[in-house]
């Protein structure tokens, strides 16, 4: 655990290189764990899990997690200096972590992709 948080597992976001705290893979930054502070309205528990930054338009990404029974949901937002867009709920796991882990399998390209798809 870093900053009380859970280390992502093996995943795009997992295999970053380090660097001053922040880290960059294709596109896709990582703050330090420690510095991890949620500012989605809708999504006050969203956890920051980095940023997508292309042809100078950046984005802040969060994962949303919620109880659904014995499951957990969870959701990307992602939001800019202008605008904040939401997925559809498209993470149904057994637990946060796994959420999580499922998240970290996308790549900064599938996430353009998610976000371009809430246009």
């Known amino acids: 655990m870093v900053g009380g948080q859970d280390k992502p597992g093996p995943g795009p976001l997992s295999r970053w290189r380090s660097g001053a705290g922040v880290a960059t893979l294709k596109g896709l930054t990582v703050p330090d764990m420690d510095t991890i502070k949620p500012v989605v309205t809708d999504a006050p528990a969203g956890r ?15 994962l949303e997690t919620r109880p659904q029974g014995n ?11 202008q605008a904040v867009r939401s997925s559809a709920w498209i993470f149904l796991e057994w637990s946060e972590q796994e959420a999580v882990h499922r998240f970290n399998e996308f ?7 998610i976000l371009e798809s809430l246009s």
């Open 48 to 62: 920051h899990m980095g940023d997508l930054s292309r042809g100078g338009t950046n984005w802040k990404v969060y």
């Open 71 to 81: 499951l957990v949901g969870g959701r990307v937002h992602f939001a800019s200096e």
């Open 107 to 113: 790549s900064p390209i599938e996430l353009w992709k």
